[in-house]
Protein backbone atom coordinates (compact mmCIF):
# COMPACT_ATOMS: atom_id res chain seq x y z
CA UNK A 1 0.00 0.00 0.00
CA UNK A 2 0.91 3.62 -0.68
CA UNK A 3 1.46 5.84 2.37
CA UNK A 4 -1.06 8.66 1.61
CA UNK A 5 -0.09 10.43 5.20
CA UNK A 6 1.58 13.69 5.01
CA UNK A 7 2.85 13.52 8.32
CA UNK A 8 5.87 11.93 9.40
CA UNK A 9 4.79 11.59 12.77
CA UNK A 10 1.71 9.08 12.06
CA UNK A 11 2.94 5.12 11.38
CA UNK A 12 1.04 3.58 8.95
CA UNK A 13 -1.47 1.29 11.16
CA UNK A 14 0.12 -2.26 11.08
CA UNK A 15 -2.93 -5.11 12.85
CA UNK A 16 -1.36 -8.09 13.88
CA UNK A 17 -4.35 -9.88 14.62
CA UNK A 18 -8.07 -8.78 15.41
CA UNK A 19 -9.98 -10.52 17.57
CA UNK A 20 -13.96 -9.50 17.98
CA UNK A 21 -15.86 -10.42 21.36
CA UNK A 22 -19.49 -11.02 20.89
CA UNK A 23 -22.38 -12.07 22.55
CA UNK A 24 -25.98 -13.01 21.88
CA UNK A 25 -27.22 -10.53 24.15
CA UNK A 26 -26.66 -8.29 26.72
CA UNK A 27 -25.51 -8.54 30.55
CA UNK A 28 -23.10 -11.24 29.88
CA UNK A 29 -20.26 -9.89 30.54
CA UNK A 30 -18.78 -9.37 27.00
CA UNK A 31 -17.27 -6.11 27.68
CA UNK A 32 -15.05 -7.47 30.63
CA UNK A 33 -14.03 -9.98 29.18
CA UNK A 34 -12.57 -7.88 26.58
CA UNK A 35 -11.02 -5.61 28.33
CA UNK A 36 -9.29 -8.28 30.76
CA UNK A 37 -8.05 -10.19 27.98
CA UNK A 38 -6.75 -6.74 26.60
CA UNK A 39 -4.96 -6.13 29.45
CA UNK A 40 -3.85 -9.43 30.09
CA UNK A 41 -2.52 -9.48 26.47
CA UNK A 42 -0.49 -6.12 27.53
CA UNK A 43 1.41 -7.64 30.36
CA UNK A 44 2.33 -10.15 28.00
CA UNK A 45 4.45 -7.29 26.44
CA UNK A 46 2.83 -7.64 23.69
CA UNK A 47 1.24 -4.38 21.42
CA UNK A 48 -2.75 -4.37 22.02
CA UNK A 49 -5.31 -2.13 21.30
CA UNK A 50 -9.17 -2.23 22.09
CA UNK A 51 -11.84 -0.74 19.95
CA UNK A 52 -15.31 -0.40 21.73
CA UNK A 53 -17.33 -1.01 18.99
CA UNK A 54 -20.16 -1.43 21.56
CA UNK A 55 -21.95 2.33 20.15
CA UNK A 56 -24.90 2.03 21.98
CA UNK A 57 -23.53 0.95 25.24
CA UNK A 58 -19.87 1.77 25.66
CA UNK A 59 -18.67 0.42 29.16
CA UNK A 60 -14.82 0.36 28.18
CA UNK A 61 -13.46 3.92 29.18
CA UNK A 62 -15.49 3.24 32.75
CA UNK A 63 -13.64 -0.25 33.11
CA UNK A 64 -10.49 0.83 31.82
CA UNK A 65 -10.53 3.90 34.15
CA UNK A 66 -10.22 6.64 31.72
CA UNK A 67 -12.43 9.34 30.30
CA UNK A 68 -11.11 11.36 27.21
CA UNK A 69 -9.01 11.22 24.79
CA UNK A 70 -5.23 12.46 24.48
CA UNK A 71 -5.42 16.14 22.18
CA UNK A 72 -5.32 15.36 18.98
CA UNK A 73 -1.89 15.99 17.17
CA UNK A 74 -2.37 15.64 13.32
CA UNK A 75 -4.92 14.49 11.14
CA UNK A 76 -6.05 11.49 13.04
CA UNK A 77 -7.24 10.94 16.54
CA UNK A 78 -4.92 9.68 19.12
CA UNK A 79 -6.28 6.61 21.12
CA UNK A 80 -5.95 7.36 25.29
CA UNK A 81 -3.70 4.55 26.39
CA UNK A 82 -3.98 2.79 30.02
CA UNK A 83 -2.67 -0.13 31.51
CA UNK A 84 -0.61 -0.81 28.38
CA UNK A 85 -3.36 -0.68 26.32
CA UNK A 86 -4.45 1.27 23.56
CA UNK A 87 -8.06 2.25 23.93
CA UNK A 88 -10.37 3.91 21.67
CA UNK A 89 -13.92 4.62 21.91
CA UNK A 90 -17.56 6.21 21.21
CA UNK A 91 -17.89 7.32 24.73
CA UNK A 92 -14.62 9.54 24.48
CA UNK A 93 -17.10 11.43 21.80
CA UNK A 94 -19.79 11.89 23.50
CA UNK A 95 -21.69 13.47 26.71
CA UNK A 96 -21.92 10.94 29.69
CA UNK A 97 -25.73 9.76 29.41
CA UNK A 98 -26.27 11.05 25.67
CA UNK A 99 -28.41 8.05 23.76
CA UNK A 100 -26.91 7.10 20.29
CA UNK A 101 -30.00 7.37 17.68
CA UNK A 102 -28.29 6.26 14.49
CA UNK A 103 -29.11 4.52 11.30
CA UNK A 104 -27.04 1.58 9.67
CA UNK A 105 -25.22 4.39 7.07
CA UNK A 106 -24.16 6.34 10.91
CA UNK A 107 -23.15 3.25 12.40
CA UNK A 108 -20.75 2.11 9.20
CA UNK A 109 -19.28 5.51 9.14
CA UNK A 110 -18.69 5.62 13.03
CA UNK A 111 -16.47 2.37 12.58
CA UNK A 112 -14.86 3.03 9.43
CA UNK A 113 -13.42 5.98 11.26
CA UNK A 114 -12.57 4.42 14.40
CA UNK A 115 -10.71 1.81 12.39
CA UNK A 116 -9.05 4.29 9.12
CA UNK A 117 -9.03 7.73 11.23
CA UNK A 118 -7.41 6.22 14.39
CA UNK A 119 -3.63 6.44 14.80
CA UNK A 120 -3.26 2.64 16.38
CA UNK A 121 0.27 2.09 14.84
CA UNK A 122 1.86 -0.92 14.94
CA UNK A 123 -0.72 -3.47 17.20
CA UNK A 124 0.51 -7.14 18.10
CA UNK A 125 -3.74 -7.60 19.12
CA UNK A 126 -6.75 -5.22 18.38
CA UNK A 127 -9.57 -6.58 20.44
CA UNK A 128 -13.20 -5.04 19.31
CA UNK A 129 -15.52 -5.11 21.85
CA UNK A 130 -19.19 -5.73 19.67
CA UNK A 131 -22.28 -4.82 20.71
CA UNK A 132 -24.81 -7.66 21.63
CA UNK A 133 -26.93 -8.91 18.51
CA UNK A 134 -26.00 -9.59 15.29
CA UNK A 135 -26.78 -6.51 13.26
CA UNK A 136 -25.24 -3.34 11.23
CA UNK A 137 -22.18 -2.86 13.37
CA UNK A 138 -21.20 -6.45 13.14
CA UNK A 139 -21.71 -6.24 9.44
CA UNK A 140 -19.62 -2.75 9.20
CA UNK A 141 -16.74 -4.09 11.09
CA UNK A 142 -16.72 -7.32 8.65
CA UNK A 143 -16.81 -5.04 5.63
CA UNK A 144 -14.03 -2.43 6.83
CA UNK A 145 -11.57 -4.86 8.90
CA UNK A 146 -10.27 -8.22 7.96
CA UNK A 147 -11.05 -10.15 11.28
CA UNK A 148 -8.61 -12.79 12.17
CA UNK A 149 -11.21 -14.30 15.13
CA UNK A 150 -14.09 -14.53 16.90
CA UNK A 151 -14.97 -15.66 20.60
CA UNK A 152 -18.45 -15.66 22.24
CA UNK A 153 -19.44 -15.37 25.52
CA UNK A 154 -22.44 -16.71 27.63
CA UNK A 155 -23.60 -17.62 30.62
CA UNK A 156 -24.72 -21.13 31.62
CA UNK A 157 -28.30 -20.61 31.52
CA UNK A 158 -30.29 -21.66 28.70
CA UNK A 159 -31.95 -18.18 27.72
CA UNK A 160 -28.34 -17.20 27.30
CA UNK A 161 -27.17 -20.17 25.49
CA UNK A 162 -29.98 -19.95 23.00
CA UNK A 163 -28.94 -16.47 22.24
CA UNK A 164 -25.24 -16.69 22.16
CA UNK A 165 -25.68 -19.68 19.28
CA UNK A 166 -26.87 -16.49 16.97
CA UNK A 167 -23.37 -14.99 17.47
CA UNK A 168 -21.72 -18.35 16.48
CA UNK A 169 -23.96 -18.63 13.33
CA UNK A 170 -23.48 -14.85 12.50
CA UNK A 171 -19.37 -15.66 12.92
CA UNK A 172 -19.77 -18.46 11.03
CA UNK A 173 -21.91 -16.56 8.25
CA UNK A 174 -19.55 -13.81 7.54
CA UNK A 175 -16.59 -16.62 7.53
CA UNK A 176 -14.59 -14.74 10.56
CA UNK A 177 -12.68 -18.06 12.41
CA UNK A 178 -14.43 -18.95 15.72
CA UNK A 179 -11.27 -18.86 18.35
CA UNK A 180 -14.23 -20.57 20.96
CA UNK A 181 -16.47 -20.20 23.37
CA UNK A 182 -16.20 -18.53 27.00
CA UNK A 183 -18.28 -18.90 30.12
CA UNK A 184 -19.09 -16.22 32.23
CA UNK A 185 -20.33 -16.33 35.58
CA UNK A 186 -20.07 -20.02 35.76
CA UNK A 187 -20.24 -20.29 39.86
CA UNK A 188 -20.38 -18.97 42.90
CA UNK A 189 -17.73 -20.36 45.68
CA UNK A 190 -19.24 -20.14 48.97
CA UNK A 191 -16.85 -19.68 52.07
CA UNK A 192 -17.24 -23.19 53.00
CA UNK A 193 -15.40 -24.34 49.56
CA UNK A 194 -18.62 -25.86 47.89
CA UNK A 195 -19.78 -23.96 44.61
CA UNK A 196 -23.34 -22.68 43.80
CA UNK A 197 -24.42 -23.10 40.22
CA UNK A 198 -26.54 -19.23 39.94
CA UNK A 199 -27.14 -19.66 36.43
CA UNK A 200 -26.80 -23.44 35.44
CA UNK A 201 -24.25 -25.53 34.72
CA UNK A 202 -21.95 -26.52 31.80
CA UNK A 203 -23.76 -24.39 29.47
CA UNK A 204 -20.86 -22.90 27.69
CA UNK A 205 -19.28 -25.82 27.27
CA UNK A 206 -21.95 -28.44 25.58
CA UNK A 207 -22.70 -25.53 23.80
CA UNK A 208 -18.98 -25.55 22.05
CA UNK A 209 -19.01 -29.18 21.78
CA UNK A 210 -22.01 -29.28 20.23
CA UNK A 211 -20.75 -26.75 17.52
CA UNK A 212 -17.44 -28.58 17.15
CA UNK A 213 -14.83 -24.91 18.13
CA UNK A 214 -13.39 -25.04 21.33
CA UNK A 215 -14.05 -24.26 25.09
CA UNK A 216 -11.94 -21.49 25.95
CA UNK A 217 -12.71 -21.75 29.83
CA UNK A 218 -15.34 -20.43 32.52
CA UNK A 219 -15.09 -17.66 34.94
CA UNK A 220 -16.03 -17.54 38.41
CA UNK A 221 -18.17 -15.13 40.08
CA UNK A 222 -16.64 -12.63 42.24
CA UNK A 223 -17.40 -8.92 43.12
CA UNK A 224 -13.73 -7.99 42.55
CA UNK A 225 -14.57 -8.38 38.98
CA UNK A 226 -17.49 -6.14 39.44
CA UNK A 227 -15.54 -3.44 41.52
CA UNK A 228 -12.29 -3.55 39.14
CA UNK A 229 -14.94 -2.69 36.48
CA UNK A 230 -16.07 0.02 38.25
CA UNK A 231 -12.97 1.38 39.50
CA UNK A 232 -11.18 1.11 36.26
CA UNK A 233 -8.61 -1.39 37.50
CA UNK A 234 -9.45 -4.78 35.80
CA UNK A 235 -9.25 -7.94 38.20
CA UNK A 236 -5.82 -8.99 36.00
CA UNK A 237 -4.13 -5.86 37.27
CA UNK A 238 -5.82 -5.74 40.85
CA UNK A 239 -6.57 -9.20 41.99
CA UNK A 240 -3.93 -10.74 40.38
CA UNK A 241 -3.88 -13.78 42.21
CA UNK A 242 -7.50 -14.69 42.37
CA UNK A 243 -9.11 -17.61 40.64
CA UNK A 244 -10.80 -15.23 38.40
CA UNK A 245 -8.19 -13.77 36.87
CA UNK A 246 -6.43 -16.73 36.44
CA UNK A 247 -9.12 -17.83 34.55
CA UNK A 248 -8.98 -14.73 32.68
CA UNK A 249 -5.20 -15.57 31.94
CA UNK A 250 -6.09 -18.96 30.65
CA UNK A 251 -8.50 -17.53 28.34
CA UNK A 252 -6.41 -15.75 27.05
CA UNK A 253 -3.71 -18.25 26.95
CA UNK A 254 -6.07 -20.27 25.17
CA UNK A 255 -6.46 -17.47 22.74
CA UNK A 256 -2.93 -17.33 21.86
CA UNK A 257 -2.90 -21.21 21.43
CA UNK A 258 -5.34 -21.21 18.67
CA UNK A 259 -3.38 -18.64 16.84
CA UNK A 260 0.37 -20.46 17.36
CA UNK A 261 -1.18 -24.16 16.27
CA UNK A 262 -1.56 -22.23 12.62
CA UNK A 263 -4.84 -24.20 12.13
CA UNK A 264 -7.07 -20.73 11.81
CA UNK A 265 -7.25 -19.44 8.00
CA UNK A 266 -7.98 -16.22 7.52
CA UNK A 267 -5.44 -15.09 9.88
CA UNK A 268 -2.54 -13.55 8.16
CA UNK A 269 -1.82 -10.17 9.72
CA UNK A 270 -2.81 -7.21 8.59
CA UNK A 271 -1.93 -3.89 7.02
CA UNK A 272 -4.36 -0.65 7.67
CA UNK A 273 -3.17 2.29 5.55
CA UNK A 274 -3.98 5.56 7.64
CA UNK A 275 -5.27 8.26 4.64
CA UNK A 276 -5.89 11.48 4.99
Do not use: C
Not at 62 to 69: D, E, L, V
Request: proline share 8%; no cysteine.
Amino acid sequence: MTEQSTSENIPENQIGKAIAIASGKGGVGKSTVAVNISVALAKKGLKVGLLDADIYGPNVPTMMGISAMPPQDGPKLKPAEVHGVQVMSIGFLVPDGQPLIWRGPMLHSAIQQFINDVAWGQLDYLVVDLPPGTGDVQLSLAQTLPLSGGVIVTLPQKVSIEDAWRGLEMFRTMEIPLLGVVENMSFLELPDGTQLDIFGQGGGERMAQEASVPFLGTIPIDPAVREGGDQGAPIVISHPDTPAAAAFNGITEAILARFETGELKGTEDIEIEITD
